[in-house]
């Protein structure tokens, strides 16, 4: 496939099933230690030919799906800190990494705070170009599965099943994002057709219906409502929620403005054995 070419497959979960190796690729043991110890000096040597390896298969899949996975790519037993600066690193040339919270921080190691984990994410997209996680370590329970929904497929099954409903989640929608990230106020459609044809979304579930109640807000209409219980729906009907649960080393880059996002529930072990995930924002025009 070309650099320049993009595919907006309207995937489902047999679709990505049946093509794994459309999205998915993996390194053997001799290619990762290769790659780690590049990484690790911080100059490109005998794992060259792993990396671009690697770049070509995350932006194949990116362009061809709208997400990445690649199984194996590093060694999670190092310290947290040192994984997450030759991750960076690596992939310095998809673009620059970005603060993800208030606080400024570019790298993040999710887990379960409090019990949080027991509860499920829902559908969302970051405000970042590509999301990025690598798993340090699964869930215990096997739960933390990672959801991904494709745009396009949504945008269609919406657009025949309740054309009304799609013309109220292609007009604007207000989400007030004061004291996170980025932009502290985003005005988008929620499904919207992109300058390459493919089909664009922003959803952040929780804080569109809170920001109908913030200052400066407008209460939902009837019609609003609506469409976000029939997006919702189609979200969570098995045949488009995809699942995927990432292993000790495995690597996932979602595009946000392709793909929404989110976690099931999972019951975490104490100490060394919980769930952890290294999470990146990157800001891209590469991809």
Same mark, same amino acid.
């Not at 899949?61 to 600066?85: I, K, Q, S, W, Y």
């Not at 579930?205 to 400066?216: L, Y």
């Not at 403005?257 to 891209?284: C, I, Q």
């Given at each position: 496939?070309?650099?320049?070419?993009?595919?907006?497959?309207?995937?489902?979960?047999?679709?990505?099933?049946?093509?794994?190796?459309?999205?998915?690729?993996?390194?053997?043991?001799?290619?990762?230690?290769?790659?780690?110890?590049?990484?690790?000096?911080?100059?490109?040597?005998?794992?060259?030919?792993?990396?671009?390896?690697?770049?070509?298969?995350?932006?194949?899949?990116?362009?061809?799906?709208?997400?990445?996975?690649?199984?194996?790519?590093?060694?999670?037993?190092?310290?947290?800190?040192?994984?997450?600066?030759?991750?960076?690193?690596?992939?310095?040339?998809?673009?620059?990494?970005?603060?993800?919270?208030?606080?400024?921080?570019?790298? @993040?190691?999710?887990?379960?705070?409090?019990?949080?984990?027991?509860?499920?994410?829902?559908?969302?997209?970051?405000?970042?170009?590509?999301?990025?996680?690598?798993?340090?370590?699964?869930?215990?329970?096997?739960?933390? @599965?990672?959801?991904?929904?494709?745009?396009?497929?949504?945008?269609?099954?919406?657009?025949?099943?309740?054309?009304?409903?799609?013309?109220?989640?292609?007009?604007?929608?207000?989400?007030?994002?004061?004291?996170?990230?980025?932009?502290?106020?985003?005005?988008?459609?929620?499904?919207?057709?992109?300058?390459?044809?493919?089909?664009?979304?922003?959803?952040?579930?929780?804080?569109?219906?809170?920001?109908?109640?913030?200052?400066?807000?407008?209460?939902?209409?009837?019609?609003?409502?609506?469409?976000?219980?029939?997006?919702?729906?189609?979200?969570?009907?098995?045949?488009?929620?995809?699942?995927?649960?990432?292993?000790?080393?495995?690597?996932?880059?979602?595009?946000?403005?392709?793909?929404?996002?989110?976690?099931?529930?999972?019951?975490?072990?104490?100490?060394?054995?919980?769930?952890?995930?290294?999470?990146?924002?990157?800001?891209?025009?590469?991809?």
């Amino acid at each position: 496939m070309s650099e320049d070419t993009v595919v907006d497959v309207g995937w489902d979960s047999a679709y990505l099933e049946e093509r794994r190796g459309r999205w998915s690729s993996a390194l053997s043991d001799e290619e990762r230690g290769l790659l780690w110890a590049d990484t690790a000096a911080r100059r490109w040597g005998p794992g060259d030919g792993v990396r671009a390896r690697v770049r070509a298969s995350v932006l194949d899949a990116l362009r061809a799906v709208g997400f990445a996975h690649v199984r194996n790519l590093m060694d999670t037993t190092a310290p947290e800190d040192e994984v997450a600066a030759n991750l960076s690193f690596l992939l310095r040339e998809f673009g620059g990494v970005v603060p993800q919270n208030a606080a400024g921080d570019l790298t @993040q190691v999710l887990r379960d705070r409090d019990g949080d984990g027991a509860t499920e994410l829902g559908f969302h997209c970051d405000t970042c170009d590509l999301l990025v996680l690598l798993c340090l370590r699964p869930s215990a329970d096997g739960g933390g @599965q990672t959801r991904l929904a494709s745009a396009r497929r949504v945008h269609d099954i919406i657009g025949r099943e309740r054309p009304d409903a799609l013309a109220e989640l292609r007009r604007e929608w207000r989400f007030d994002r004061t004291g996170r990230a980025g932009p502290q106020l985003v005005v988008s459609p929620i499904l919207f057709t992109q300058d390459d044809g493919t089909v664009g979304c922003y959803y952040q579930t929780r804080t569109v219906r809170a920001s109908a109640e913030a200052p400066g807000g407008r209460p939902l209409t009837p019609a609003q409502w609506d469409a976000l219980a029939v997006l919702d729906e189609v979200l969570y009907r098995p045949e488009i929620a995809f699942g995927l649960r990432l292993e000790a080393g495995e690597l996932l880059v979602i595009r946000n403005s392709r793909v929404l996002h989110g976690r099931s529930p999972y019951t975490d072990a104490p100490g060394d054995r919980s769930r952890r995930m290294l999470r990146l924002w990157m800001s891209s025009e590469a991809v």
